[in-house]
T-cell receptor
């Protein structure tokens, strides 16, 4: 069974530029999450989708971050404009349904300079 | 709001020892708890998922326990090996949403 796929693996951008990350969840998984992991910290939930609807985006900085999950499969997370403090690993996870085991991708390491 | 704390933050032990990693959480109204492993520069690998109705879950040399009433979970690693060196993260749902709240992790080093 293929795991959660994320791209790119690494990205370096200058502050005030925009960037987008892509995630393809495990086939058949209805729930998709985006997490932000700052160095030395545990991951923090940014947004959760159930199929193509948003379940929780309470911790998403909506002035600069946006996410979508078209057709309830792939998802993209965008940052515009990026700030230095956005430097982190962005992790995508999926689960079969709500309240089931979550599986994570390899993450995208973003460096904002 | 769920808060998760992991103790110790770091641990270094010689190969072969049995060890215990601790996790505490503030909101005991959880339906499950998950333990993950993270290798440097990698994503998270799910190790064990304990349902709220269970007290223990085992996978190979790993055993996780859950005590909802006290807000605690432990991860027991038997006969540790150098390949077990990684950061171990505990995560629990809470705050009314399904998303996981993570601790900061325990950085484990097993000395050959």
């Amino acid at each position: 069974e293929a795991g959660v796929a994320q791209s790119p693996r690494y990205k370096i951008i200058e502050k005030r530029q925009s960037v987008a990350f892509w995630c393809n969840p495990i086939s058949g998984h209805a729930t998709l999450y985006w997490y932000q992991q700052i160095l030395g910290q545990g991951p923090k939930l940014l947004i959760q989708f159930q199929n193509n609807g948003v379940v929780d985006d309470s911790q998403l900085p909506k002035d600069r971050f946006s996410a979508e999950r078209l057709k309830g499969v792939d998802s993209t997370l965008k940052i515009q404009p990026a700030k230095l403090e956005d430097s982190a690993v962005y992790l995508c996870a999926s689960s079969l349904e709500l309240r089931t085991e979550a599986f994570f991708g390899q993450g995208t390491r973003l460096t904002v300079v | 709001k769920q808060e998760v704390t992991q103790i110790p933050a770091a641990l270094s032990v010689p190969e072969g020892e049995n060890l215990v990693l601790n996790c505490s959480f503030t909101d005991s109204a959880i339906y499950n708890l998950q333990w993950f492993r993270q290798d440097p520069g990698k994503g998270l690998t799910s190790l064990l998922l304990i349902q709220s109705s269970q007290r223990e879950q085992t996978s190979g040399r790993l055993n996780a326990s859950l005590d909802k009433s006290s807000g605690r979970s432990t991860l027991y690693i038997a006969a540790s090996q150098p390949g077990d060196s990684a950061t171990y993260l505990c995560a629990a749902p809470g705050g009314g949403a399904d998303g996981l709240t993570f601790g900061k992790g325990t950085h484990l080093i097993i000395q050959p």
